[in-house]
């Protein structure tokens, strides 16, 4: 069993920046892929970016691309998204997930552990 949790979320102005992190416990596995998924009011759970363990395949949205980056530090089973530029829509609770597998993907539903989400709110 591998335990997440999620910390660094909170209010920014757009503009702004803000990096939340990830740590995992328990039953963690060095090879593992991460990504980080958010979902917004009334939106479903979207993809935002994901890491080998290796950290030398990323992977991310669209709507991210060029102002998020995740990255991880092995030696701490730790995750991170740093979040630049933000913008109004990207309001969400954002959440960490880790594969029981090596292979980097973006489908929510090929994540088997979740982190109980930070909440990332930014305002105009």
């Known amino acids: 069993q591998v335990q997440l949790v999620e910390s660094g979320g909170g209010l920014v102005q757009a503009g702004g920046s803000l990096r939340v992190s990830c740590a995992a416990s328990g039953r963690t596995f060095s090879t593992n892929a991460m990504g980080w998924f958010r979902q917004a009011p009334g939106k479903e759970r979207e993809f935002v970016a994901a890491i080998s363990w290796s950290g030398e395949r990323t992977y991310y949205a669209d709507s991210v691309k060029g102002r998020f980056t995740i990255s991880r530090n092995s030696a701490k089973n730790t995750v991170y998204l740093q979040m630049n530029s933000l913008k109004v829509e990207d309001t969400a609770v954002y959440y960490c997930?880790?594969?029981?597998?090596?292979?980097?993907?973006?489908?929510?539903?090929?994540?088997?552990?979740w982190g109980q989400g930070t909440q990332v709110t930014v305002s105009s």
């Open positions: 997930a880790a594969r029981s597998s090596i292979v980097v993907v973006t489908t929510a539903g090929l994540y088997a552990y």
